[in-house]
């Protein structure tokens, strides 16, 4: 069964403290980006990277690290940088960069207490 | 950077009315994608536009792309419960540094009414 999967679903952090979020997709994508989503705003681009052993900077990324030293895992680290980590993570990948559609992950939902 | 604004924020209907939501985007697109993601759920991948003017319809939803790449619009016709969610576009930037990041709009939060 194809897709992506991201664990775990719910996640409590105490402030000051990393946390990683995992991110796998079995589909062969060579693209895999991350999300982050708030109350109100859309998706806002942290990572992403289009090919393995190679990722850019979105948007949002100060705080947050990453790496993709396989094809099928783009794991996120929310590091004790981030000012206002709470939020919904969303993983996503598509066949390659550029002008293709994009399949999203479940989501994980940090909290940070 | 790229801005892609979308109205109206909410949008609340009565099972059967229409419904229209609207994305402008600051700079000129390469392609538009919409997404719709169910309470509680994750995006999921609607449609792609690519030419200009171009018109795309599935069932009830109609999409459109401007004739200048900067816009576009979903329109629901006898919308249905099964239709409440939130509709995001996202922007793919035609060239420059950014190609291969898609920029979304803050998305229309549907609601439907039995």
């Known amino acids: 069964d194809g897709g992506i999967t991201q664990s775990p679903k719910y996640l409590f952090r105490k402030e000051g403290q990393n946390v990683t979020l995992s991110c796998e997709q079995n589909?062969?994508?060579?693209?895999m980006y991350w999300y982050r989503q708030d109350p109100g705003q859309g998706l806002r681009l942290i990572y992403y990277?289009?090919?393995?052993?190679?990722?850019q900077k979105g948007d949002i990324a100060e705080g947050y690290s990453v790496s993709r030293e396989k094809k099928e895992s783009f794991p996120l680290t929310v590091t004790s940088a981030q000012k206002n980590p709470t939020a919904f993570y969303l993983c996503?990948?598509?066949?390659?960069?550029?002008?293709?559609?994009?399949?999203f992950g479940p989501g994980t939902r940090l909290t940070v207490l | 950077g790229q801005q892609v604004m979308q109205i109206p924020q909410y949008q609340h209907v009565q099972e059967g009315e229409d419904f229209t939501t609207y994305c402008n985007s600051s700079t000129t697109l390469s392609n538009i994608q919409w997404y719709k993601q169910r309470p509680g759920g994750h995006p999921v991948f609607l449609i792609q536009?690519?030419?200009?003017?171009e018109v795309k319809k599935q069932k009830r939803l109609t999409f459109q792309f401007g004739e200048a790449k900067k816009n576009s619009s979903l329109h629901i016709t006898a919308t249905q419960t099964t239709d409440v969610g939130t509709y995001f576009c996202?922007?793919?930037?035609?060239?420059?540094?950014?190609?291969?990041?898609?920029?979304f709009g803050q998305g229309t939060i549907l609601t439907v009414h039995p």
């Open positions: 536009l690519v030419k200009s003017g």
């Open positions: 996202a922007g793919n930037n035609a060239g420059g540094t950014s190609y291969g990041k898609l920029t």
């Open positions: 990277s289009q090919i393995v052993n190679d990722f």
């Open positions: 996503a990948s598509s066949i390659s960069s550029g002008m293709r559609e994009q399949f």
């Open positions: 589909l062969n994508h060579d693209a």
